[in-house]
């Protein structure tokens, strides 16, 4: 009612932007017309034009009316596609940095175009982030005679790419590729040992495609690049058996919705009993093995094989639980996959250590300009403004929706709903009306199967399969007859064309003839032209059945997952229907659901096979789907309020690495650290208010910088006295500085002092995650002694960075005055004495690098063998790939 009126007052935001973009949209219409009458040539110089006149302070606003234009010309060329003018104000909500909800079938990927050429004209690059790899491919390929004609570049990033590639697809005017694939290169990036090897530009423009996917659902997890840890992987077998003599009640409870479980006393003491070892939960030495038993707990009682994981080729991979594809390279985090493998008997891994890790928020949140488009974000506003500053639009569709969605049906068993499902399918069939069937589970989608085989129906199955598969399958999901089984919103970014889609045919036939590469010749366009008939007269069948039914059989915790299979039918006005169907044991009902739809369904005394259906049941239905959304959207707010604090360190350290890559002049950096690390040493033993330890200071300076310093501090014993003395030491390793880089040579001095540094805040970093991780686990039981454990972690996590980075200097000092330059005669013979005197320390510096330098003493270090690396293990580099498709390639 409140929005009717808001309408009516004009007090509407999203109308008083839409009737904005009306108006633009009007003189954008305008200059059709010219824009129609130019030859080829003239649009292309058109773009020089454009460039120039942004050179010469113009903005993109000012030119937004006549580069839509000039884009929608040229798309009618090239593609055959005129945008709509609903295309046209969904391109402008982009440029201006919001999202737009398009229903599906709409066209965004070509609404996209708009926003992506006006933006690549300043030549800082536009990024376009799609779910999949094989979307990114099609969409760079698609809309690529757009670019080109314009005479602007297109990459696409993808994984296992050879590194000159990715970075020539970077430096493309237009970059398509997954959110992950961005991510893991910004973290590789920062993680580079030479300027050679960075790949990315500054975050100037992004484009976000089935944004409520990537920067809600995936928010959820961060981005970690990791390495093993030296970790003892025995430990979880034990966990694994005692959690298997361990029962539910009486040893642990547990808590589905927040995928948690407690150990009850009596269950302390039988664990404590079984391994022989009192004070397993409270002394600190037996914590390792305490926190894994209650991993085990969880992995047995909250975790589903065909659910939320699968056995493939002897390892467990990760079931996505929004789009029901296999997450191929992904590991439950603090030891939880360690604990799944132990409970399916296959080789347990070795538990990982973070290297560098980042949120997909505050990714994201570094592009100077953000936008994002998919058919359902308006459920998700509030965090699309809290979390990014989005604005959400709400485009109208092209032609009006007369899909009909039909009240949910509900059954007071799971067995009596699929059932109810399978025979609606049945009598559906022979109507020769398609049929999409959402499920929630790979476990779900082969239930129906089994009951529609039995009902001898074909059908399609679709679940955690390749991407280019699926995409094939799915736009065959509107022939007549088609019955497709999908779980979740599988094959988004593929319309489902009622008759079929004549391309997909045509290449599909080409592919079965072994004859893939045959497009553009005169038989695939004579294949093409066959199956556009079939599909004509097939499209005239499906529209007299009523178009496309979409049945449901579980609702979903976000009512957004429920809405992207809806949206699947009544494309472009298309007919369509959809219903849900459900029981009292789906997930949601049993645990989110109110009492009083389960008050209701007693009261009615309902028989076994029989249903309810109701508007309010439906809103009872909504109202729990409400509750669990904004449980996640708190979990999403609290993992990023956490990795807030970790952001501002995160960026101090990569910005370091990056000065330190690009700057020409690392000798001189170097030099500011040795003198900043001076002058912290004699801060600390000569305060302000307290007792001078010069004795203290000159030992500690000879630990970093050698003997000889002491005398400077001999008769200094306060701080009145200190500055003349910090000059001279000052001045004294100067000068031992500078001979060291003359003894070194200029070229071999730089490229070594950059490794130094570079090294040491790798490593430190590295061990500060681990740190922060450690802290992280424990900080919740702040909350016992009634503190806010948030302030608690900012505090903490500054005290530690702030040891990290004093540690980071010194080290950095110390070791620059360790280089010594040697012989290859020596390097074969080294001096016994000076070995035994020289302190053991080696860094891994690649000889070939820095030819006749060395770090710390002269003798050869042993190559350590771990232990052999098999072809599926993860690679020991930490890039997240199996060993065979990455180090182990050529091996």
């Known amino acids: 009612m409140f929005n009717g009126l808001k309408r009516v007052l004009g007090l509407d935001p999203n109308e008083r932007a839409l009737k904005r973009y009306r108006q633009i949209v009007d003189d954008i219409n305008e200059l059709e017309a010219e824009m129609t009458a130019r030859s080829d040539d003239e649009l292309r110089s058109l773009v020089t034009d454009y460039k120039e006149r942004l050179n010469n302070g113009e903005s993109p606003d000012d030119l937004l009316k006549e580069v839509f234009a000039l884009v929608r010309e040229v798309s009618r060329r090239t593609l055959g596609l005129r945008h709509f003018d609903v295309q046209l104000m969904g391109g402008i909500a982009l440029h201006e940095g919001k999202i737009t909800e398009m229903k599906t079938g709409e066209g965004k990927t070509l609404v996209a175009t708009l926003a992506v050429v006006l933006n690549a004209l300043s030549g800082q690059g536009v990024h376009v982030i799609t779910v999949n790899d094989y979307l990114a491919r099609r969409d760079a390929e698609w809309m ?39 991510g893991f290169d910004y973290l590789r990036d920062n993680m580079a040992v030479s300027q050679e090897q960075l790949v990315q530009r500054p975050h100037h423009f992004c484009i976000v495609d089935e944004v409520d996917s990537i920067l809600i659902d995936e928010a959820r997890t961060p981005l970690i690049i990791s390495g093993p840890s030296e970790d003892n992987v025995e430990m979880y077998n034990t966990a694994d058996q005692i959690a298997r003599q361990l029962k539910e009640g009486p040893d642990f409870e547990k808590d589905e919705k927040e995928r948690n479980v407690s150990i009850t006393e009596e269950g302390i003491a039988k664990c404590e009993k079984l391994l022989k070892m009192p004070g397993l ?80 928020q505050n990714y994201f949140r570094m592009y100077q300009k953000l936008a994002g488009m998919t058919g359902t974000a308006i459920t998700e506003a509030e965090e699309f403004k809290e979390i990014y500053g989005l604005e959400v639009i709400l485009v109208p569709t092209n032609k009006p929706m007369v899909r009909k969605d039909l009240p949910d049906v509900i059954y007071r ?12 399918v049945a009598e559906t069939y022979e109507q020769k009306q ?108 499906v529209l007299k059945s009523g178009g496309l039914k979409i049945i449901g059989t579980e609702r979903h915790e976000s009512r957004r997952i429920d809405n992207q299979l809806r949206g699947r039918a009544g494309r472009q006005g298309d007919p369509g229907s959809s219903r849900f169907y459900l029981s009292l044991e ?125 005398s400077f501090l001999k008769d200094v014993d306060s701080r009145r006295l200190l500055p003349e003395a910090s000059e001279q030491i000052k001045q004294e390793v100067e000068n031992r500085f500078r001979i060291k880089i003359k003894n070194l040579g200029s070229a071999i001095s730089d490229e070594l002092m950059r490794f130094i540094v570079l090294h040491t805040l790798d490593s430190s970093w590295k061990d500060h995650l681990l740190a922060m991780d450690e802290l992280r686990r424990g900080i919740g039981l702040r909350a016992i002694g009634q503190k806010d454990p948030l302030l608690e972690y900012q505090f903490e996590s500054y005290n530690l960075f702030q040891a990290m980075m004093e540690r980071v200097r010194e080290s950095i000092a110390e070791l620059a005055f360790r280089v010594t330059v040697v012989s ?44 052999k690396v098999g072809r599926n293990d993860p690679c020991p580099c930490g890039s997240g790939k199996k060993y065979k498709h990455c180090c182990g390639k050529n091996a």
């Open 434 to 541: 398609p049929v999409l069937v959402g499920t929630t589970s790979i476990e779900n989608s082969e239930h129906i199967s089994k009951l529609l085989k039995a009902r001898k129906i074909p059908h399609q199955v679709l679940n955690a399969k390749y991407h280019e598969r699926e995409a094939q399958i799915v736009a065959q999901a509107g022939r007549a007859g088609a019955i497709t089984v999908a779980t979740n919103m599988a094959g988004r970014g593929t319309d489902i064309v009622l008759g079929g889609n004549p391309e997909f045919l045509a290449k599909e036939t080409l592919r079965k003839e072994g004859d893939e590469n045959a497009q553009n010749t005169k038989h695939y366009e004579e294949l093409l032209e066959e199956y556009r008939n079939i599909c004509a007269e097939e499209r005239d069948q």
């Open 586 to 710: 789906d997930d949601l009902l049993r645990l989110f659901g109110s009492d009083r739809i389960h008050g209701l369904m007693e009261k009615l005394g309902m028989e076994e096979g029989e249903a309810i259906e109701h508007n309010l049941l439906t809103k009872a239905i909504e109202s729990a789907q409400k509750k669990v959304e904004q449980m996640h959207f708190d979990i999403r707010r609290q993992l990023l309020a956490y990795d807030n604090v970790m952001n501002q360190q995160r960026e101090a350290v990569y910005g370091e690495r990056r000065q330190i890559l690009t700057d020409k002049d690392i000798i001189e950096h170097t030099w500011e650290v040795i003198q900043g690390v001076i002058g912290d040493v004699l801060d600390h033993y000569f305060p302000e208010d307290g007792e001078a330890e010069s004795e203290r200071a000159a030992s500690k300076l000879k630990s970093i910088f050698g003997p000889g310093l002491d």
């Open 281 to 360: 939960f409270s002394d600190a030495a037996h914590s390792d093995l305490a926190h894994r038993i209650v991993q085990a707990i969880k992995a047995h009682v909250l975790f589903q094989k065909d659910v939320h994981y699968v056995i493939k080729d002897g390892e467990i991979v990760i079931v996505d639980e929004f789009t029901g594809r296999l997450m191929f390279g992904r590991r439950y985090s603090d030891g939880l996959h360690q604990a799944i493998e132990a409970k399916e008997k296959v080789k347990v891994g070795r538990e990982s250590q973070t290297l560098a890790t980042i949120t997909l």
């Open 413 to 424: 068993t799971s067995l009596e709903k699929f059932h109810a499902v399978a025979e609606e």
């Open 824 to 867: 290859e005669e020596t390097r074969r013979t080294p001096d016994r004495r000076n070995l035994r005197e020289s302190r053991d320390f080696t860094l891994p510096f690649p000889s070939e690098e820095v030819p006749g330098a060395q770090v710390g003493a002269e003798k050869p270090q042993p190559i350590r063998k771990g232990p």
């Open 144 to 182: 690529g005679p757009i670019y080109h004609f314009l005479g602007l570049s297109v990459g696409v990033i993808y994984a296992y790419m050879d590194q000159e590639e990715r970075k020539k697809a970077y430096l493309s005017d237009v970059t398509y590729g997954t959110n992950s694939e961005f």
